[in-house]
């Protein structure tokens, strides 16, 4: 398994949504990211300046990240939640991410 | 087990030097990480501002960092990492971070 951690920058002001709609997540997007080998998925969030930090496990970060393009609810659910991130652009949140680096492990 | 994402902030200056120690944490600290706790441990780093994010696992968050607080090895590494982080003052690392909100799982 492959260890992903990711970044992104969340409005300020919006924080209380962005973490309601993550406790209710879409049943259909939630089974598109298990489908496409999105595991052990933790979304941390900080308050203090909106930094979203992700982690995850995936066997192919590159089947992973396609495998979610193609999904058709992962097209709305990115629409759904493109006006909480900043800097984002035209890009949806998941080609977006800062990916980051590793520098530590120890299982 | 319980999922933790912390903060921390290194200085960007020092970021290839500190990314050096951790390819050979001591051995008697990694010891001391599984003694007390620590699973499925990962540090990433943003390199573009030197934010340092941790994720780790543990059956119990407050006995793993009483624990760790009681290793006299700990002690000597934060000791030896305490010039790598910005605002931390006198504590060390793993008394200073900012303990991030877990906003979404899955599994």
């Excluded at 992903?4 to 949504?17: I, K, P, W, Y």
């Amino acid at each position: 398994m492959e260890r992903v951690g990711f970044r992104l920058q969340l409005r300020t002001e919006m924080l209380d949504e962005y973490v309601l709609h993550h406790t209710k997540v879409w049943p259909d997007m939630l089974a598109a990211l298990e489908k496409t080998g999105w595991h052990n998925y933790s979304l941390f969030l900080d308050r203090s300046d909106g930094s979203l930090f992700g982690y995850f496990e995936t066997p192919d970060l590159q089947a992973a990240l396609a495998g979610m393009a193609s999904e058709e609810v992962n097209e709305r659910w990115q629409k759904f939640m493109a006006p909480f991130f900043l800097e984002l652009g035209d890009k949806r949140a998941d080609e977006g991410f800062i990916s980051l680096e590793n520098v530590f492990y120890l299982k």
